[in-house]
């Protein structure tokens, strides 16, 4: 089910990062070794300027706010909703999501976001600053985590659709730690007793960013009772959604430069920044 920095846009609506360096190595679920890359953040990430030493977010979001008119409506969402920790109301929502999504980007800048889901109570809320959430078993691809390695912001935002109709974006640095890792750093962690949510990996979170989405534009669902039993973990193509979208019928057809490829080494198209620097996404307004 891998996939998956990017941090999310403080008005509720977007995605983009801010943060530090991984460290260490772990395995994936088939043995092979994954390693942690250090990641260059530009200064402007780090230290802010001067003029806005006292504002949460980027130059970017900055910038837009001055030519949109929007500064003072910004700065109240800044003073009044953006915490560097999780309150209680917001651990409370958050040990009892049962989904949420991930965005998180490597360190040329190009973008992933992904959908993770498990029983309520599955994203651990150790302390204000720290959650973690397990990486099942999946496709293999491991894209999040791979994005993960190379560049440690993340950006969760998780959804009530179904009672509060409200959102919590988390912005943070994540790491990747093996389960026997995480077991012995949390030796009180629940085992799950299916076995296809036997974590494989962990993501451990640390907290810089939270704050809410508001509700305005979040629809209010209704869960229906689920046929059969949730396929944790299978490989069964069918139970997984065969392929909906037609892909792999088209696979054979495909010529091989149909998907776009980068050299190692090469930014993004069109990017300006060298291709050790993580460039940070862009906020949706």
């Known amino acids: 089910m891998d996939t998956g920095p990017a941090q999310a846009g403080r008005d509720g609506e977007g995605a983009a990062a801010s943060g530090a ?9 088939d043995g092979a070794p994954i390693q942690h890359q250090r990641v260059h ?3 402007a990430r780090r230290v802010r300027p ?4 006292d504002r949460p977010g980027s ?3 900055h910038g837009l706010q001055e030519r949109m008119g929007t500064t003072d409506r910004a700065a109240k969402f800044y003073d009044e909703q953006v ?3 999780l309150n209680p109301r917001m651990r409370e929502f958050v040990a009892r999501q049962e989904m949420f999504f991930l965005a998180t980007s490597d360190r040329h800048g190009e973008c992933d976001n992904t959908f993770r889901a498990g029983p309520a109570g599955f994203v651990q809320v150790f302390d204000d600053r720290t959650l973690a959430y397990p990486e099942y078993r999946g496709n293999g691809v491991l894209a999040s985590l791979g994005n993960i390695q190379e560049n440690p912001h993340v950006g969760i935002l998780m959804i009530d659709f179904l009672r509060d109709r409200i959102g919590l974006h988390v912005n ?4 990747v730690l093996s389960d026997e890792e995480m077991r012995r750093e949390r030796p009180d962690l629940p085992v799950d007793p299916a076995p296809g949510r036997r974590a494989r990996l962990w993501v451990e979170v640390t907290v ?4 809410i989405h508001c509700a305005k534009h979040i629809p209010h669902l209704r869960k229906v009772p689920a046929r059969g039993d949730r396929a944790w973990g299978t490989d069964d193509s069918k139970r997984k959604g065969g392929d909906f979208f037609g892909a792999a019928a088209e696979a054979a057809d495909r010529a091989p430069d149909e998907r776009p490829r980068r050299e190692a080494g090469d930014p993004p198209s069109g990017a300006s920044a060298p291709p050790h620097v993580a460039r940070p996404a862009g906020r949706a307004w």
């Not at 360096?21 to 679920?29: A, L, P, Y």
């Not at 943070?172 to 790491?175: E, L, M, N, V």
């Not at 810089?208 to 704050?211: F, I, R, T, V, W």
């Open 172 to 175: 943070g640095r994540a790491r």
């Open 208 to 211: 810089e960013e939270a704050y």
């Open 50 to 53: 001067s003029s806005h030493r």
């Open 21 to 29: 360096e991984g460290g260490g190595s772990v395995r994936d679920g």
């Open 83 to 85: 915490l560097d920790r």
């Open 41 to 43: 953040v530009p200064e």
């Open 59 to 61: 130059d970017g979001e």
